[in-house]
């Protein structure tokens, strides 16, 4: 973990080793499941591709993210999901195909504390250096807050407590792909060259809310007061210059690019406030492991499309 508001991984020096992991079965897939093309969905927002300025030079991040200097990118062609994967699109998946996510296999997950009976948190493991985040055996893309919870009323939220793995599986499905951070940054940005957010550099312009992330007092108290104590709908706010909703907080999203022993991760979540962790700007990024999961973790996905010389 690299920000104390991010996804914690499951080992190191948290509290979370108390929750004994099974043995992990491979979950390895082809880069195209049978059945499933590389054709992107209708519903796909389609990307010429091009240079970008990416990262930046503002400093606002830690130093260990190394967002700078700012240099010029260039993507080729791409399409991606307007949205985060929802909950009824990887129950579809796992309906379809009998995976079994990286949170079921171990048998517990990560869940920020507050969103936990008192009594449940009390009980669970917790993470040392981020006490806020609780090890929920049980805790899963089914039971968010662990046994008891379920996904009624959140049919169209993310779905959550996905590792890089699962995400990779579920992409392969799809007929896709986990976006490179590059990608991600050029999509997310929505054509604003250096733009702090996906709509510009005033975080609440108007006084608006453009995005789920954390207000009030991390982590011991949070008013909600853009509506949202933990993940809210996929198409909650405005999309950007591409048609991309939530780019920005709400959940992180996997990236396909290995750094720093783990896989990055883009975006923020609705437990990122600037006291403790700004990285819901675009240029910001954070690292977790593979087989990683938390109540804030989620992906979307991006399918390949032929260059301007492709026959």
């Not at 250096?129 to 055996?137: D, G, I, L, Q």
Request: charged share 20%; aromatic share 10%.
């Amino acid at each position: 973990m690299s920000g104390p508001c991010c996804s914690p991984g499951r080992g190191g020096e948290g509290g979370e080793e108390a929750a004994e992991p099974v043995e992990p079965a491979a979950v390895d897939h082809p880069d195209r499941a049978p059945g499933h093309g590389a054709e992107p969905p209708d519903h796909a927002v389609r990307l010429c591709g091009g240079t970008f300025r990416m990262g930046s030079d503002e400093g606002l991040g830690h130093p260990e993210d190394l967002e700078g200097p700012a240099r010029a990118v260039t993507v080729g062609p791409f399409a991606v999901a307007a949205t985060t994967v929802t909950t009824v699109q990887w129950a579809a998946f796992a309906e379809e195909t009998g995976h079994v996510s990286d949170a079921e296999r171990f048998g517990w997950s990560h869940v920020f504390h507050l969103h936990l009976p008192p009594a449940v948190a009390a009980r669970a493991p917790r993470v040392r250096s981020a006490p806020w985040w609780c090890a929920v055996h049980g805790a899963s893309w089914r039971h968010p807050e662990g046994p008891g919870s379920g996904l009624a009323g959140r049919e169209d939220h993310p779905a959550v407590h996905l590792s890089w793995r699962d995400a990779r599986a579920w992409c392969a499905w799809a007929g896709g792909r986990l976006p490179t951070e590059a990608e991600w940054e050029y999509a997310a940005r929505g054509g604003l060259e250096g733009a702090r957010y996906p709509w510009g550099d005033d975080l609440r312009p108007g006084g608006e809310h453009r995005c789920n992330i954390w207000q009030g007092d991390f982590p011991h108290r949070g008013p909600a007061a853009d509506g949202w104590a933990g993940t809210a709908p996929v198409t909650t706010y405005a999309p950007n210059g591409f048609g991309l909703f939530q780019t920005v907080g709400n959940v992180w999203e996997w990236c396909a690019d290995a750094w720093r022993g783990g896989r990055v991760i883009k975006g923020g979540s609705f437990l990122c406030h600037d006291s403790w962790c700004n990285r819901y700007r675009v240029a910001a990024r954070s690292v977790n492991e593979e087989d990683a999961s938390a109540a804030n973790a989620g992906f979307r996905c991006v399918w390949d499309l032929p260059g301007p010389d492709a026959p």
